[in-house]
Each structure stands twice: as C-alpha cells, then as structure tokens.
C-alpha cells in the first residue's frame, strides 16, 4: 500500500510541479480547455503513470487522469487573481483525495476516526494554536505600551516591510523552537537565534534606533520564551497521558 501510494504521489509531484513550467499555466489560464498545454500536461501525467506502475493496474491510471483532467478544468474556469491561492489549495486537495481513493480501491484501509479525538492528538494540537496564534496574541498584548514609543517618523515604515510579515516569522520561529524541544534538539534553537539576530542586525544597525532594538530584542526573547516554556510543559503533560 506504502508503495503504491509513494508511486502515485511522485507521478503527481512530477508532473504537477517539476515538469509544468510558468509559461504552459499561464496558457491555460488565458485559454482554458483550448490550451494545448492541458493535454500536454495530462499526457505527462499519464506517461508517469504508466513508468511507475510499470503498464499494470490500468484501471487506477484511467481514474487519475480522467479526474485529473476534470480537475484541472474547474481550476480554470474558477481561479482568477483574488483566489487563486485557495483555488491553488483545493485543486491540489482534490487530487490527494482522488490519490487516496486509488490506493484504497487496490488496498482497503481502514480510517482511524476515534484517533483524531485522541487525548495525545488534542494536547499537540492545543499547544499548537497557543504556539501560532495565541502566542502572538499576548506578545501584541505584552508589547502594546511600548508600540508609540518604537513608531516614528523615521522607522513607522521599516524599510517598507511585507505585510503581516512579522507576524508568520514569528509564527514559525515559534513552531521551530517547539518542534526543536520535541525533538530534544537544543543546540538546534541556539543556531535559530544566531541566525535570527544576523539577519535583523544589518537593520537595527542601519536604523541606529535604540528602541526599536530594544523592542525587537524584548519581541524576540518573548518568542523563544513562549516557545520553550510551551514544548517543555507540552513534554511533561504528554508523559502523563
């Protein structure tokens, strides 16, 4: 079943991804089901799949591409530039589910619901939230009397930063940090750190605003902080499940 799931995801990300270039998505977004390129496309799909299903399960095949196809379709005629993204993710999970119903048809498998309602699986996802968004949250919260102080005339832009960007960096520091104590691998987030002050040191540098580094170093040891404290207390609430 492990293999034949592998075979079927590799056809996908090979064709899907490594061997469709820019130029043929824009065709066929431009021209819909007139784009050469979509058959192209599906011929590549069909020629990966016979290669690493060696000719056999032919049925599978036919499925794959038959529904990749008309996937595909309804992703044209729906994305334009304001949802792309989330029709980029649906499409995508379509094909996975379509992935998933395959391997089913040739390997029946048997869903595990009650493990989604698991005590271990709850605590990793409620520590999870409170590494992402609840964390960010009370650092917003913690550092809220210093935001005035910090914002002037001279730094309120930042060198016209990303929007939100702040916001997932410290998003996915914290998920590095929480994934590095699960791990056991504490060296892993001094090297995080380093690597963090390297990168904003050419900013606060450039800036020579002494609070704002001082308010990037409170953020940033708030962060780690928060990270720690929360794989640690995840580590010995998890022992005694």
């Known amino acids: 079943m492990i293999v034949l799931a592998l075979k079927l995801l ?14 043929w998505v824009e065709d066929k977004l431009e021209k819909k089901w007139k784009s050469k390129y979509l058959y192209w496309h599906m011929a590549i799909h069909l020629a990966l799949l016979v290669l690493l299903l060696q000719f056999q399960l032919l049925g599978i095949i036919a499925l794959i591409v038959i529904s990749h196809f008309s996937i595909d379709l309804l992703k044209l005629h729906f994305s334009n530039p304001k949802n792309y993204r989330w029709v980029f993710a649906l499409d995508q999970l379509a094909h996975l589910t379509v992935i998933a119903v395959a391997v089913h ?10 493990y989604l309602f698991s005590d271990k699986l ?5 520590f999870l939230v409170f590494v992402t968004f609840v964390s960010g949250i009370l650092m917003r919260m913690l550092l809220a ?3 005035k102080e910090v914002i002037t005339e001279d730094n309120s832009a930042e060198g016209g930063s990303l929007k939100n960007a702040g916001t997932y960096i410290g998003m996915l520091e914290r998920l590095f940090v929480f994934g590095f104590i699960l791990m056991g691998q504490w060296a892993a987030i001094g090297l995080l750190i380093a690597a ?30 928060l990270a720690i404290l929360s794989g640690m207390l995840y580590k010995n609430l998890d022992s005694l499940l």
């Open 122 to 126: 709850l605590l990793l996802a409620t």
């Open 196 to 225: 963090k002050s390297v990168f904003r040191f050419g900013d606060l540098n450039k800036g020579k605003n002494r609070k704002l580094t001082e308010y990037v170093l409170i953020g940033t040891l708030l962060s780690f902080g």
């Open 145 to 147: 009397p210093y935001i």
């Open 10 to 23: 590799l056809a996908h990300f090979i064709g899907d991804f490594m061997l469709q270039p820019n130029r």
């Open 105 to 114: 048809w040739v390997h029946p498998f048997q869903m595990e619901w009650s």
